[in-house]
């Protein structure tokens, strides 16, 4: 790295080298520049354990308490499929049931954007986007507006459920978008072309254009009954490649803690600090050495841990930083223009004006994760909106995807800084949502993927994330979406809830499922009186269109999940349709029948 110009790709070989040598305990010997190979360990004044660990192994001996066979305890019958599909009538069990099968057509969801076009070229946009109002639209949307989200809503409130509120606009990324590993994931079929959400950039007008939409949401999210949440993307508010640009230079500020931690223990001391500051910079007299130390560590402890280095050291500080450096590198490419600065203090005015509007209205903001090339500046952004919104309460929720190897590290960072600093911590828990355009961007550039190999290890990462989250909730008023349509992992919640005696209806964790999906979790635990909420998308039909192309693949790839939802709305069905004609004994629901079976074997008990 003559010239500290390095390809990522080159950088993230190099990385595996220095996790095995860390590994292994061989030597590692690198000439200072400034900047190190990409590093990506995550580190906090306590040592952490590689991200790389593997979370199946460290549940094994370490899992939730079951309490199903206790008598004290009984978890909600997600089986009652006459509970779970009361709301609904006749006809929207017929189209969910019959959604639900086109999504197990493969080569249909496959193809779905060219049969739409087709479509609108036969038959016209007006009776195309009516055939989808009807259909897909209605089954996975709320409505096009404020007004016709309404009746959704009040439905939801009616059952125990709250709204998530999210303007459910999308847009393909284009091929020239998303540090290059995009245009990979569209080429590798239909499948994996609407693989992510994310608004293009037109103007700085249009971002603000964003940024009142989604006010709009908050507002309709506060004038909704109960607790309300909305949802914001934070590629809405500012130009994409810029987010790419901060995460770069945030991803320097990182990896500068690691070339100065050399004996890679997570803490820089004294020693290490002025050694490697002299072999970096040109301005390392004495005094000046001694200056920077003690502004990194202002309560003198002797040594400088990532969180204190992280919080000091600001993006605003490269360009000085690079001019006394010794040699040029890649943090000197990620230094931001003055116009950079600029646009990112219009970002982040647009998301302090965003969430100011729903602290005042007690709204939930909710920070959706994106791309990992954009997560970092993700991060940062929701972080800083988290110190000045979260001191009373958990206002700003960041999202953290559970697919990916660092996320447990991540959220045990954060976690530690929201106690450090002395703010509410706020997170919501999914399992991932750019599988296939993280996976093909990593075989594009050459580095070992983000996410984790194997499904198993993604529902163990998800699960020990919770546990932490649901007894951060208890200890520290934290307050976490725990967003899944997976029953076990719901059940390993519900059950902690129970071990923890945390009261479902006063603790600030809350359960959130897509609209027009997992009914069967949604609305059973609304019923047996825990916080549950439906992610409810509106929008234009036109601009929402991506979006249910992407619902519709997702039901696709988890053929079990909606094979099972199938069933359940099939027995409904069958169950009202004998109630109704008189057919025979009407069906009883699942809970019945156990309520049943208890009380034959109390009976026999008692004989």
Not at 280 to 292: G, I, S, V
Request: charged share 25%; proline share 4%.
């Amino acid at each position: 790295m003559a010239n500290g110009c390095v390809r990522i790709s080159k950088l993230s070989r190099q990385l595996a080298v220095l996790r095995h040598n860390a590994r292994t305990g061989h030597s590692i010997h690198t000439s200072h520049t400034c900047y190190q190979p990409l590093f990506t360990r995550q580190v906090s004044a306590q040592p952490l354990t590689s991200h790389d660990d593997n979370p199946v192994e460290d549940l094994k001996n370490e899992t939730a308490p079951d309490h199903r066979q206790k008598p004290t305890f009984r978890l909600p019958d997600f089986s009652n499929f006459q509970e779970a599909h009361k709301p609904k009538s006749n006809l929207e069990l017929i189209r969910a049931y019959g959604i639900f099968t086109v999504c197990q057509i493969r080569p249909i969801v496959q193809h779905a954007d060219t049969l739409l076009d087709f479509t609108k070229k036969v038959l016209g946009s007006t009776i195309t986007y009516g055939l989808v109002r009807k259909t897909f639209f209605g089954h996975f949307c709320a409505g096009e507006d404020q007004a016709g989200i309404k009746p959704k809503i009040n439905m939801l409130h009616q059952n125990g459920i709250g709204g998530i509120l999210d303007y459910a606009a999308e847009d393909d990324m284009d091929d020239d978008e998303g540090a290059g590993g995009s245009s990979g994931a569209r080429e590798s079929g239909p499948k994996e072309k609407v693989v992510a959400r994310t608004f293009d950039y037109g103007s700085e007008a249009i971002c603000d254009g964003h940024m009142e939409t989604f006010m709009k949401s908050i507002e309709a999210a506060g004038d909704a009954p109960g607790r309300g949440f909305a949802a914001i993307k934070i590629t809405a508010l500012g130009n994409p490649k810029l987010l790419e640009r901060v995460a770069a230079g945030l991803m320097a500020i990182r990896n500068m803690f690691s070339q100065f931690d050399e004996d890679m223990n997570n803490v820089i001391t004294r020693e290490e600090f002025i050694k490697v500051y002299r072999e970096m910079f040109t301005d390392a007299t004495p005094e000046r050495t001694e200056r920077m130390f003690h502004y990194l560590d202002p309560d003198n402890t002797g040594y400088i841990d990532y969180l204190g280095w992280s919080q000091t050291i600001k993006l605003q500080d490269i360009p000085s930083i690079i001019k006394t450096c010794k040699a040029p590198g890649p943090l000197y490419l990620s230094s931001l223009s003055d116009e950079e600065l600029q646009l990112l203090d219009n970002m982040m005015n647009r998301l302090y004006k965003i969430a100011d509007v729903a602290a005042k209205l007690k709204v939930r903001l909710m920070v959706d994760a994106e791309h990992t090339y954009f997560q970092p500046a993700i991060d940062h952004a929701t972080v800083e909106l988290q110190r000045r919104f979260n001191k009373e309460e958990a206002v700003v929720l960041n999202t953290y995807q559970c697919y990916l190897k660092d996320s447990w590290h991540r959220l045990q960072l954060d976690m530690e800084r929201s106690r450090r600093e002395g703010f509410k911590f706020g997170a919501k828990l999914v399992r991932g949502a750019y599988m296939y355009l993280e996976r093909e961007r990593a075989r594009e550039l050459k580095f070992d993927s983000p996410i984790w190999d194997s499904l198993e290890e993604t529902h163990a990462n998800y699960n020990r994330c919770a546990d932490e989250l649901v007894k951060m909730s208890r200890d520290e008023d934290a307050e976490v979406m725990i967003a899944t349509h997976n029953q076990k992992s719901i059940e390993r919640a519900v059950s902690l809830m129970h071990e923890l005696e945390v009261q479902p209806q006063k603790s600030g964790v809350y359960f959130g499922q897509l609209l027009g999906m997992a009914d069967h979790l949604t609305f059973i635990l609304g019923r047996n009186g825990f916080r549950a909420y439906k992610y409810v998308p509106f929008g234009p039909v036109a601009e929402v269109l991506p979006y249910l192309i992407r619902r519709a693949q997702e039901n696709s790839d988890i053929m079990a999940g909606v094979s099972r939802e199938k069933g359940m709305i099939l027995a409904e069905i069958w169950r009202r349709l004998k109630e109704s004609t008189g057919l025979g004994k009407v069906m009883p629901s699942s809970e019945q029948a156990a309520s049943a079976r208890q009380e034959e074997r109390t009976a026999a008990q008692v004989n």
